[in-house]
């Protein structure tokens, strides 16, 4: 995303897209162009709990994460 605002992290094994995978998900591979919205009462201790919602792709669920993040900022 070329935006100034936007800070990449890049992990080239993986490592991330795995862990969700498995330990969120509960499959082996690796999470893709997914999201997963924690809210502010949200901790991690070996899982973020809880997950108020997920989605793929992120394009195809923009609106509804749109609206996830919107109620979220009401509150």
């Known amino acids: 995303m ?3 605002r936007v800070t990449h992290f890049w992990d ?3 490592e991330v897209g795995q862990w969700f995978a498995k330990e969120v998900d509960g499959y082996p ?3 893709w162009d997914v999201y997963y919205l924690y809210g502010p009462e ?3 201790e070996t ?3 809880p997950l108020l919602d997920s989605g793929r792709t992120i394009y195809a669920e923009r ?3 749109r609206q996830q993040i919107e109620a979220l900022v009401e509150k």
């Open 47 to 49: 899982i973020p709990q």
């Open 42 to 44: 949200a901790t991690w």
């Open 63 to 65: 609106e509804r994460l």
């Open 12 to 14: 080239g094994e993986a």
């Open 2 to 4: 070329p935006d100034p």
């Open 29 to 31: 591979g690796i999470a």
